[in-house]
T-cell receptor, first 110, second 113 residues
Framework: QKEVEQNSGPLSVPEGAIASLNCTYS??????FFWYRQYSGKSPELIMS????GDKEDGRFTAQLNKASQYVSLLIRDSQPSDSATYLC??????????FGKGTRLSVIA | DTEVTQTPKHLVMGMTNKKSLKCEQH?????MYWYKQKAKKPPELMFV???????INESVPSRFSPECPNSSLLNLHLHALQPEDSALYLC????????????FGPGTRLTVT
């Protein structure tokens, strides 16, 4: 059974702080990893993808992958109230369907 | 352009109605998906089309019938639904090689009365 695990939260951080979201996966064959942001009542929006070990930065977002530990994380620097949403971690092996975690709810307090 | 479009945005239907949800993408993706999402849950995969052929049906009841008329379009035909089928229905598409990035449409909020 392929699983992706996330802490459901809520994770509360003050405005301007770094939010750290974590995810583990069970399938060692997973090769592609994705972070989606989902606002309440809206559809998931792809914000980061990562495929190799290390860090990948895009603006205020940094995705980190450690395949040996089967661990993926998303850091959000200078968190804003507009970052308050549910963040879904997903993994896939090749062209197989995405396996989603249950999501972590982030609340950024002004 | 990473846009997937879905119509309608909202749909209210009775249990005896027949309706269809529509999805379109112009990213050249050859994999398209239907998901169902309930509140506070992750998207739940229903169907996968790969190169216009149904490749995965996650044991979805026959009252949901998917159709892929061409590589850009995906439909979901609905008939004799139950109130528990009320949910956000999401269409998505992804490339079949390379990055495999998957993009979602805005969804159709379905209410079954």
């Amino acid at each position: 059974q392929k699983e992706v695990e996330q802490n459901s939260g809520p994770l509360s951080v003050p405005e301007g702080a770094i939010a750290s979201l974590n995810c583990t996966y069970s399938d060692r064959g997973s090769q592609s990893f994705f972070w989606y942001r989902q606002y309440s009542g809206k559809s998931p929006e792809l914000i980061m993808s990562i495929y190799s070990n290390g860090d990948k930065e895009d603006g205020r977002f940094t995705a980190q992958l450690n395949k040996a530990s089967q661990y993926v994380s998303l850091l959000i620097r200078d968190s804003q109230p507009s970052d308050s949403a549910t963040y879904l971690c997903a993994a896939r092996s090749g062209n197989t369907p995405l396996v989603f975690g249950k999501g972590t709810r982030l609340s950024v307090i002004a | 352009d990473t846009e997937v479009t879905q119509t309608p945005k909202h749909l209210v239907m009775g249990m005896t109605n027949k309706k269809s949800l529509k999805c379109e993408q112009h990213m050249g993706h050859r994999a398209m998906y239907w998901y169902k999402q309930k509140a506070k849950k992750p998207p739940e995969l229903m169907f996968v089309y790969s190169y216009e052929k149904l490749s995965i049906n996650e044991s979805v009841p026959s009252r949901f019938s998917p159709e892929c008329p061409n590589s850009s379009l995906l439909n979901l035909h609905l008939h004799a639904l139950q109130p528990e089928d009320s949910a956000l229905y999401l269409c998505a598409s992804s490339s079949s090689r390379g990055t495999y990035e998957q993009y979602f449409g805005p969804g159709t909020r379905l209410t079954v009365t």
